[in-house]
């Protein structure tokens, strides 16, 4: 058994007022559930924090100003349509400023030694949004705002690990010429947005700081833990990440209603667990988990305790798992970025 890592929770009862909706899946519930789950499970575990709004120059940092005041407009309006499959309550304005200013704390309070490893519960999620629009439920992009503090505040090598279901395309599309943010994503390519193929590799100064692995129907845990095991630690050697930031998507799992894969929470926790490996416990970056996608709440609820326990030191389920396609998609992404000599030669 390794040793637990000190464990912080941004956990706020306040983002449960972002209403999507009757038939939205990126419902108030998926956090109730959760939190339920840790009141029973883990009951005085861990360090918990409210959250804190981000302020108007950190989200601006991101957004642009007449996208911002569109977004503040909707506290006006009992419910509003921002995109076609974005919609915001009279609320939500305040809630992802919340969202946003929740990941920002997490990040601060790990880099000044309060917590080795941080959970951010946060709704909306935020790593579709763009600067200038929302989009696939996202308002804000929460992890790109804080990953754009921390550059501001002194960091050179923020690490973004990104294994939603769906690419996120709004971290890579702010982070996609810059070498201070690497960002790290296993993705269905054929699902929404359809974009971070294979050949997306970062452009300019950011050439070779952009990793896109793109998974077909029905990969499923020993597929992409073996992924992630081929390729993530000599990410994280080469590039000494003085943060990982993970965006933590959960509708990968199996039975999530907007899946095509076929991982389970077991898979979660061993994906918890490296990255528990390579950071805190390894080269001493700390980690941030910021909630994004996950739409069976129950499922969500288990992916997150086995993601917990992993990080308590319990071992995972998938120790020793292994796959040849896990394999054979590592080495796909070696020979794509072989060229570039960022992370491998």
Known sequence: MVPPLNIGIIRDERFLRHQTGLSHPETPQRLSVVHRMLDYDFAASFRERSAEPATLEQVEALHTPDYV????????RRFTNLAADTTASSESCF???????????????????DYQAALALVRPPGHHAQPAKAEGFCILNNLGITALELVRRGLKRVLIVDWDLHHGNGLQKVFY?????FYFSSHHLHSYPHTGDWEEAGAGAGEGYTVNLCLPPGADD???VELYRQLLPTVVERYRPQIILVAAGFDAHREDPLS????SAAGFGALGQLVADLGPRGCGAPVLLALEGGYEPTDLAECLRQVLLA?????TMLERASSDRGAQWAEQARAVHRR??????
């Open 69 to 76: 005041r569109m977004v503040i407009a909707t506290a006006r």
């Open 95 to 113: 809630t992802s400023f919340l969202a946003a200013g929740a990941c920002i704390r997490g990040a601060r309070e790990l880099l000044a030694g």
């Open 177 to 181: 010429e810059s070498p201070e943010v």
């Open 222 to 224: 020993n597929d992409v």
């Open 260 to 263: 095509n894969l076929s991982m």
């Open 311 to 315: 990080w308590q030191g319990d071992p």
């Open 340 to 345: 570039y000599g960022v992370w491998m030669d």
